[in-house]
């Protein structure tokens, strides 16, 4: 039996290094070993611990072979720790020589982050440097956007005809970047109406978007000086169940006719079903959203479409507000950097200089 | 004072919001959960107020009989018919509340997403008439596209449904890819104007 065992003997996993988990918020060890000679002949490798002072082995799991690391992700970190890697093969188990003492701990800052917190940086000291030239009454240019000159005739039309206005702001909570522009967009759109005093149905899926919205839009008329015109019913809650929501917009549509359509926001699926619905009723339709899947669908079906950051770039250009302004700019020489890292990084990988990785993000 | 409040509370918190993503510690992962469970009770007081709003638009619709006020005697009576189920028989697997939900608001909302179909083939028709050179790249490029994907695609010429991929693969998504750097841009541009005060149209404007 000795002698078919030492035949048969199975080299065990070599230098096992057991760390601390990176940028983590403890509780984790991360254990890596050097593939055992004959990695191709074991079935797996089996991770054993031993909880210090106690040097008891407990086996805390196992991976296939052609691994050579596992994740403990339920350490103790007040607790000192060795492992232990061992190849098995049939019932046959060859151990690793244990690792170093090691200890799981919570850090402070997350490293692979660094290149976000720089960018965020770099991006305020944009701002803050167009903001500050805007506010000196430097001029600066911003290309037309169609989809936003036509803001003041779609409201106008609306009051020519008497119709309402229909202002969907998205089928997202609050917490997506695309309502939170939305509501921008829709504070400058209710001013316009406060002005010429046209009915707008604001119609939402979110309890938070809807008391968001109606305090925009509240607000926007006390802007104009006629709080007495904003009325409880231009700002409506629907439903949270998307398909209803699309219903009982299809339905405002259908019933109330409204001259203009506005669809800002995040969409998903329901996108068409609401932009058809409004093209053959013969609204005016502005659409815009930063999904890409649905962008397509309101190019075909609407009258102008704004595409992917024109969303952002609304609420200054409705405005015409110098900082805001100014925030645009930063926004495109944040751009315009990213361009040039991005081909400059990729341009000295052909040189085996790998810098792109500085821009994975964990 | 009224706008003075809201925007140092924005700053307070879209700014600790940001150190606590840069913090990976245990007391930064319980701050940005304690953030998000007062979202959930922030959001139930604003369903009482949403609610209180759809009862109080349809009640007016059909107080005052407007045009097609029984439309809303369905609302409601859905609504308050569906609490008292939910709440008197609870809201597990093989509740009531589950077996309508499932085979009633399920079907209704997979019957809206069916008309998608149709919805499409209108939009299509429209989008597709070649009108300006744009609209005649367009029909150009979904027809190759759908012919290269259909397995008679391969019949025509053996070419066509790597093209047809190339077309998605490449210009489809370099365009795809340009657009979704804008909306990066733009998303960090918005919420670092609200965060810094720069933006206050949810306030209402400048002032």
Not at chain 2, 183 to 192: E, N, P, R
Request: charged share 20%; proline share 4%.
């Amino acid at each position: 039996m000795a002698f078919l065992l030492l035949i048969f003997s199975i080299a065990p996993p070599t230098q096992v290094q057991a760390i601390d988990k990176p940028n983590d918020a403890g509780s984790a060890i991360i254990i890596e070993w050097g593939f055992s000679k004959d990695d191709e002949a074991i079935e797996k490798y089996v991770i054993f611990r031993s909880t210090l002072p106690d040097t008891m082995r407990v086996k805390i799991g196992s991976i296939i072979r052609g691994n050579n690391s596992f994740e403990d992700d339920n350490t103790d970190d007040k607790k000192q720790y060795i492992y232990i890697v061992a190849a098995v093969k049939d019932d046959a188990t060859f151990y690793s020589m244990p690792s170093d003492i090691v200890q799981s701990s919570p850090q402070f800052f997350n490293t692979g982050r660094t290149n976000i917190l720089v960018c965020i940086l770099v991006f305020i000291i944009l701002l803050v440097f167009f903001v500050q030239r805007a506010r000196m009454g430097k001029k600066l240019f911003v290309r037309k956007i169609p989809g936003l000159d036509a803001v003041e005739e779609a409201v106008g039309r609306a009051t020519e005809m008497g119709k309402p206005i229909l202002y969907v702001p998205g089928l997202g909570d609050i917490d997506w970047t695309a309502t939170i522009a939305s509501m921008n967009i829709l504070g400058e759109v209710a001013k316009k109406i406060a002005r010429y005093d046209t009915p707008i149905i604001v119609a939402n899926r979110w309890s938070v978007v809807y008391t968001v919205s109606k305090e925009v839009v509240r607000e926007a008329f006390i802007e104009e000086g006629r709080p007495d015109r904003f009325k409880e019913d231009y700002v409506r809650y629907l439903t949270e169940a998307q398909f209803g929501f699309a219903a009982a917009v299809n339905g405002i549509m259908l019933r109330e006719q409204p001259a203009t359509n506005f669809f800002i926001g995040r969409f998903w699926a329901e996108s068409l079903i609401m932009a058809e619905t409004g093209a053959q009723t013969g609204a005016i339709q502005i659409a815009g959203s930063d999904s890409v899947l649905q962008l397509p669908f309101f190019v075909a079906a609407c009258d102008y479409t704004l595409i992917g950051e024109e969303l952002y770039a609304a609420s200054a250009y409705l405005s015409h507000e110098p900082l805001l302004m100014g925030s645009l700019k930063a926004q495109d020489y944040g751009k315009l950097i990213v361009f040039v890292i991005l081909i400059l990084f990729t341009l000295l990988s052909f040189f085996n200089i790998d810098l792109l990785h500085l821009l994975e993000v964990q | 004072m009224k706008r003075r409040i809201p925007l140092i509370i924005c700053f307070a918190i879209g700014i600790l919001m940001i150190i606590q993503f840069m913090i990976p510690h245990p007391i930064s992962r319980e701050f940005g959960s304690t953030v998000n469970k007062w979202y959930i009770v922030l959001a139930a007081f604003a369903l009482v107020l949403a609610i209180g709003n759809l009862i109080r638009h349809h009640g007016t619709k059909i107080r005052r009989k407007k045009t097609n006020w029984p439309y809303s005697i369905v609302t409601l009576t859905s609504m308050v018919a569906m609490s008292i189920i939910g709440f008197a028989g609870g809201v597990d697997p093989k509740s009531l509340y589950q077996t309508i939900y499932l085979n009633v608001l399920a079907p209704l909302g997979s019957t809206m997403f069916a008309l998608l179909a149709y919805y499409m083939a209108s939009a299509a028709y429209r989008s597709f008439r070649a009108r300006s050179l744009e609209a005649t790249l367009l029909l150009a490029a979904a027809f190759i596209v759908m012919i290269g994907f259909m397995p008679f695609g391969q019949y025509i010429s053996p070419r066509l449904p790597a093209f047809a991929e190339w077309i998605m693969k490449v210009p489809n998504m370099a365009s795809q890819r340009g657009i979704m750097f804008g909306v990066a841009f733009g998303s960090i541009a918005t919420a670092l104007k609200i965060i810094l005060g720069i933006e206050r149209s949810w306030l209402g404007g400048k002032k």
